[in-house]
């Protein structure tokens, strides 16, 4: 039997009358990399935002370790160990690089983060902090301002200080969103990498990311799930292929090969 780390029970978040995300039932994989894609509009936003609880649910449940989050807050479920990278680069522009991770390990010191402490009294986390930077090849670029790095450098910074909060369930919202070819391909593989022992779920418009990577997709569409299993699956799908017509059609057929 499936070890599932993540899952959500006839989710559901109505606005005013619009039903942004209905019924969704989604099945994470421990170890897995899951994509969550669809056409713009089509709810993969919302249903990040309930899983991590900047939106409470209409209706339906979410369980994480078989546990029941459904009513749990934010920071709750952060500490709970599920982590969220923006759509948004989110770091500090004029901290350094090796900074930025230090804010990030100050959850292992069992306290809130301490933005007024001396950085002398942080230095007992450079060296797991250039593990980290080690990890997403940001080595060379620890005293480097983070204002400075490529928008690519970036995200991999993000990624850095996602894992400094030592998730158990990593969730990264459009990790690629704005790249060109080359900084998608390097971090496309920052993400195979750091995949290794940790489950990740990802909402992701770059279909050849998507087929290089995941072991699984749900496809989502007008706030339901359209159809879910392996990129081969689901790519031949007719009924995703028409919702794909005229955005991102081309790519999905593309990226097969």
Same mark, same amino acid.
């Given at each position: ?13 109505e /606005?005013?009358g619009?039903?942004?995300v ?5 099945? !994470?994989?421990? =170890? ?27 209706? $339906? ?24 990278? /923006?759509?948004?680069?989110a ?11 230090? !804010? $990030?390990?100050?959850?292992?010191? $069992? ?12 230095d007992? @986390? ?14 060379? /670029? ?6 400075d @790095? ?5 995200? %991999? ?6 894992? %400094? ?18 900084d998608?391909?390097? !971090? ?20 050849? !990311? ?35 017509m $005229?955005?991102?059609? =081309?790519e ?6």
């Amino acid at each position: 039997m499936a070890d599932v780390i993540l899952e959500t029970r006839q989710l559901t978040k109505e /606005f005013k009358g619009f039903t942004a995300v209905s019924g969704v039932d989604l099945r !994470v994989e421990r =170890g897995h990399i899951h994509a969550l894609i669809g056409p713009n509009g089509a709810g993969k936003t919302t249903c990040f935002n309930l899983l991590t609880k900047f939106l409470a649910p209409t209706s $339906g449940r979410i369980l994480f370790n078989g546990r029941d989050i459904t009513a749990a807050r934010p920071a709750q479920v952060a500490r709970m160990g599920i982590i969220r990278s /923006f759509q948004i680069s989110a770091v500090f522009p004029h901290m350094t690089v090796l900074e930025n991770v230090r !804010v $990030g390990l100050q959850r292992r010191l $069992g306290t809130s983060f301490h933005f007024w402490r001396s950085s002398r009294s942080l230095d007992g @986390l450079n060296g797991q902090a250039l593990a980290l930077l080690g990890e997403v090849g940001l080595e060379n /670029f620890a005293d480097t301002l983070t204002a400075d @790095l490529p928008y690519g450098r970036k995200r %991999a910074l993000e990624i850095a200080t996602t894992l %400094a909060m030592e998730p158990e369930l990593m969730l990264l919202d459009e990790p690629t969103q704005g790249m060109g070819h080359e900084d998608v391909h390097r !971090v496309t593989e920052l993400i195979r990498k750091v995949a290794a022992g940790r489950t990740i779920l990802m909402v992701e418009h770059n279909m050849k !990311v998507v087929a290089g990577i995941c072991d699984r997709i749900s496809v989502l569409k007008q706030g339901a799930v359209l159809a879910e299993g392996s990129y081969a699956e689901v790519s031949g799908n007719p009924q995703v292929m028409e919702a794909y017509m $005229g955005t991102a059609d =081309g790519e999905l057929a593309g990226a097969r090969h």
